[in-house]
């Protein structure tokens, strides 16, 4: 007989099973822990760090559906948590009413990697909340051109992780990154608002690398590098519904640092804007020897709004110009879909492919494009590409 509590989880492909049994989970009588009750104090200056970690530890141990509340008021996680697992319990929630906010003095963190990292765990939701990284003073640092700056901590990370559920999270101020998913499967996040200054550096807004089946829906990013940045070994990727801006787009790289290194494959993003942002769509790998590979993309459904590179494959990416002069880039690109992809360009060039001279990008399709700059038809450029312009093109197709 069906359970009379459990609620219809709607059947689609964007959500995995797995990730619906883990929603409806929480329906089942789940053991509470307000962590208040296990001393995290909500003044915002007294660390709360090995409270937040003793939550953990009995929420890991339950063999029942478990709730970590966060109530209102302001939470510092003072020296950095790792959530550790494997757990016995595969079901936890966690819902944030409250703010978690990061140590002023960035250099409490700043070399630790990670600020909030949930490392090998199962059936982890989190919802709700504020993740504050107060990253603003470590911004102004890197970007006087210290040296004396430390490289500063991603706000949240899933390493090595399944079955992960985070839905209406806001990430404000994130030293580096806000939020990674690395060496994960089966992940959903909806609902997330990032925050953070045009010219914060490195801020990604989600970063995604050696993981399978992540989806990102109805997200809204403002940050200062990439809105979601897209790494080596990231395989059936989803992003729809999506605004971006300021940022530098979304993009998959940068790829090729390594001679050994994963591809990416089978990625769809649709239905995204782009507002005043450096790039749109990108694809950047560097211009030195790689096996890596890009195939299956569909970019669908994108406007662009005064975006300086609308659409652009960069394979001569090469920092500084050290350790890649007057090599080319080994990282073979196929099979890339642009469709239904209008708007404004801040540059005459709104289409570039710049390609491998080695492996010259291959299978590329323009369907149904139109970009303008300065109200008249916008440039495309190509070297070393090749492909197709269906339907209305508009630059010229340069192929």
Do not use: E
């Given at each position: 007989m069906a359970n009379p509590t459990q609620k219809h989880c709607p059947h689609s492909l964007l959500i995995p099973i797995i990730i619906c049994s883990l929603l409806n989970s929480f329906t089942a009588e789940s053991a509470t822990y307000n962590v208040v009750n296990l001393g995290a104090k909500s003044n915002g200056q007294t660390d709360s760090t090995n409270a937040f970690l003793s939550?953990?530890?009995?929420?890991?141990?339950?063999?029942?559906?478990?709730?970590?509340?966060?109530?209102?008021?302001?939470?510092?996680?003072?020296?950095?948590?790792?959530?550790?697992?494997?757990?016995?319990?595969?079901?936890?929630?966690?819902?944030?009413?409250?703010?978690?906010?990061?140590?002023?003095?960035?250099?409490?963190?700043?070399?630790?990697?990670?600020?909030?990292?949930?490392?090998?765990?199962?059936?982890?939701?989190?919802?709700?909340?504020?993740l504050d990284g107060q990253g603003s003073a470590l911004w102004?640092?890197?970007?006087?051109?210290?040296?004396?700056?430390?490289?500063?901590?991603?706000?949240?990370?899933?390493?090595?992780?399944?079955?992960?559920?985070?839905?209406?999270?806001?990430?404000?101020?994130?030293?580096?990154?806000?939020i990674v998913f690395n060496g994960c499967k089966n992940v959903k996040a909806q609902g997330v608002t990032v925050v953070a200054d045009g010219n914060s550096p490195n801020t990604d807004g989600i970063h995604v690398q050696m993981s399978s089946h992540v989806t990102i829906l109805n997200s809204k990013i403002r940050t200062g590098d990439d809105c979601i940045s897209i790494g080596p070994g990231t395989t059936n990727l989803w992003i729809e519904n999506v605004a971006c801006g300021p940022g530098h787009g979304i993009s998959i790289g940068s790829l090729g640092k390594n001679l050994n290194e994963a591809g990416v494959q089978n990625v769809t993003v649709k239905t995204v804007t782009f507002t005043g942002t450096q790039n749109g769509v990108?694809?950047?790998?560097?211009?030195?020897?790689?096996?890596?590979?890009?195939?299956?993309?569909?970019?669908?459904?994108?406007?662009?709004?005064?975006?300086?590179?609308?659409?652009?494959?960069?394979?001569?990416?090469?920092?500084?110009?050290?350790?890649?002069?007057?090599?080319a880039s080994g990282v073979k690109i196929s099979g890339v879909t642009y469709q239904d992809i209008?708007?404004?360009?801040?540059?005459?060039?709104?289409?570039?492919?710049?390609?491998?001279?080695?492996?010259?990008c291959r299978g590329i399709t323009l369907k149904d494009v139109k970009l303008t700059y300065q109200n008249q038809a916008a440039q495309a450029s190509c070297n070393n590409a090749g492909g197709a312009a269906l339907g209305s093109v508009q630059p010229e197709s340069c192929f």
């Open positions: 939550v953990w530890s009995k929420a890991c141990a339950s063999t029942t559906p478990a709730l970590i509340h966060v109530p209102q008021g302001r939470f510092m996680i003072g020296s950095g948590a790792t959530f550790r697992g494997p757990c016995a319990n595969k079901a936890i929630s966690i819902k944030i009413d409250g703010t978690l906010a990061a140590p002023s003095d960035y250099h409490v963190i700043g070399n630790t990697g990670n600020w909030l990292h949930f490392d090998h765990v199962t059936g982890v939701s989190i919802s709700g909340g504020v102004g640092c890197k970007n006087s051109a210290k040296s004396t700056c430390p490289t500063g901590a991603t706000t949240l990370t899933f390493s090595n992780s399944q079955n992960i559920v985070i839905n209406g999270l806001t990430s404000i101020n994130s030293q580096m990154f806000h990108r694809i950047k790998s560097w211009g030195k020897p790689s096996n890596g590979f890009v195939r299956n993309v569909l970019f669908q459904n994108a406007i662009m709004v005064y975006v300086q590179n609308p659409v652009v494959i960069d394979q001569n990416y090469c920092p500084g110009n050290k350790n890649c002069p007057g090599q209008h708007g404004t360009s801040a540059t005459k060039v709104a289409l570039k492919f710049d390609c491998s001279s080695r492996y010259p």
